[in-house]
């Protein structure tokens, strides 16, 4: 689990990326659109899906006010996504209203890179995604999961 502009991002990779020239560029190409707001990168274990994010974020990471990294693989209950994803974000818990929204609200206005790895798929868990481009942020926000 990380915060914002977290040291996992910065200084040199211990080594090159090797033959995943064409896949870093499509992810920044994608990531750098402002339609964009979610990019998962899927794949069996062990093939660099990591080392592949972490690498185009620190590319990419000037283009972005903030930066984050979320490591999920301590959590072991799906419920636990948001409340970590929240706190890497600033967003407490503890505090009255549903914390979906209170996430939204919190990362709306912002030009924030979130990078989540390790994440434990569910389907019935649902992070909203919203930017301040959305005219209807607010409602997307109600639409997330209730904390």
């Known amino acids: 689990m990380s915060s914002p502009d977290s040291g996992l991002f910065a200084g040199r990779q211990p080594n090159q990326l090797i033959g995943r020239e064409d896949e870093a560029t499509a992810i920044k190409e994608k990531l750098l659109r402002p339609e964009v707001r979610l990019l998962t990168l899927t794949g069996a274990p062990g093939i660099g ?3 592949l994010a972490i690498s185009v974020s620190n590319d990419i990471r000037p283009a972005f006010a903030e930066t ?5 693989t301590p959590i072991s209950n799906p419920a636990q996504m948001l409340p970590v994803v929240a706190r890497s ?5 503890g505090v009255p209203g549903f914390l979906s929204e209170r996430l939204c609200q919190a990362i709306s206005s912002r030009r924030l890179l979130v990078v ?3 994440v434990i798929y569910n389907d019935a868990m649902v992070i909203p995604t919203c930017s ?7 409602d997307k926000c109600r639409q997330g999961v209730a904390n």
């Open 49 to 51: 899906k990591t080392r």
């Open 68 to 72: 984050t990294f979320v490591y999920l």
């Open 89 to 93: 974000c600033g967003v407490l818990e």
């Open 116 to 118: 989540v790895d390790k």
């Open 132 to 138: 301040s481009r959305d005219l209807n942020a607010e």
